[in-house]
């Protein structure tokens, strides 16, 4: 699978599914995020091979008229069920609220997302609101620093 094919598979993604150009735009928003917020998604790189696995970060993100430090993350769809996910979002959490300070993170998640929602729940989140995003049904979960 090329880097690029990863970001094909993302049935979920709120912006569908990306092809090269489209990936490239991503990366530059990545960047421009760090820029702005010294936060950001973080690539997610498979130690033995160096492949690009996905990504798992934060970033600001409107919802509902509120900025808010929303919780993202894609893997490469061979990646699945391995405990990446869980594993990355744990590490992302951890910098976020420990590191950064940040008062709290949002994760939305549709509600067929299964996969998604269980990792979202093993990472703590718990009680969530139904709303529309992008035009779509969510859940919006959210955890706060303790």
């Not at 690539?43 to 509902?64: M, Q, R, T």
């Not at 996910?85 to 992302?92: C, D, K």
Request: glycine residues 8%.
């Amino acid at each position: 699978m090329s880097r690029w094919g990863l970001w094909r598979a993302y049935k979920y993604s709120i912006r569908g599914v990306c092809d090269e150009t489209a990936t490239r735009r991503f990366i530059e928003w990545c960047l421009e995020r760090y820029a702005a917020h010294s936060i950001g998604p973080w690539a997610l790189v498979e130690k033995d091979s160096g492949n690009l696995v996905g990504f798992c970060g934060i970033s600001p993100e409107e919802v509902n008229g509120v900025e808010e430090m929303g919780l993202g993350y894609r893997l490469a769809k061979r990646y699945w069920g391995q405990g990446l996910a869980s594993e990355s979002v744990q590490a992302v959490l951890h910098n976020a609220l420990n590191q950064k300070q940040l008062s709290s993170v949002v994760v939305i998640i549709e509600p067929e997302n299964v996969a998604s929602l269980k990792v979202a729940e093993k990472a703590g989140f718990s009680a969530f609101d139904n709303l529309e995003f992008h035009g779509r049904p969510v859940r919006q979960y959210r955890l706060t620093q303790q």
